[in-house]
């Protein structure tokens, strides 16, 4: 099983930026879709952003033009750069991996999370107005 970890959330003032990291280990070989996730209190876990093993990305209408993920495939690394950031980004952030969904269909993950076999523990990002 991908174990996940995720790092690189904190608080910051309403425009600031941060870039969280989620490293991938154990059987990493297969994965077809990575993506990170938010959940503020009381609300449900939603996609912000998926990547898929040819590439292919999809971002939540919230963050789009403010948001990018990327991946470092020699440093089993998942990113996302947040930029612009705004007190609705308030949230735990969580990186998922998924090695059962196509490639083409990772894109749509954005809307199941529940389809995602792996996660990581999470990572609180802050943003205060």
């Known amino acids: 099983q991908v174990q996940l970890v995720e790092s690189g959330g904190g608080s910051v003032q309403s425009g600031g930026s941060l870039r969280l990291s989620c490293v991938a280990s154990r059987f990493t070989y297969g994965t077809t879709c990575m993506g990170w996730f938010r959940q503020a209190p009381g609300k449900e876990r939603e996609g912000v952003a998926t990547i898929a093993s040819d590439g292919r990305t999809n971002y939540a209408d919230s963050v789009k033009g403010r948001f990018t993920i990327s991946q470092d495939n020699a440093k089993n690394t998942l990113y996302l750069q947040m930029n612009s950031l705004k007190p609705e980004d308030t949230a735990m952030y969580y990186c998922?991996?998924?090695?059962?969904?196509?490639?083409?269909?990772?894109?749509?993950?954005?809307?199941?999370?529940?389809?995602?076999?792996?996660w990581g523990k999470g990572a609180q990002v802050t943003i205060s107005s």
């Open positions: 998922a991996a998924d090695w059962a969904t196509r490639p083409e269909y990772c894109p749509g993950s954005l809307f199941a999370p529940l389809q995602m076999r792996a």
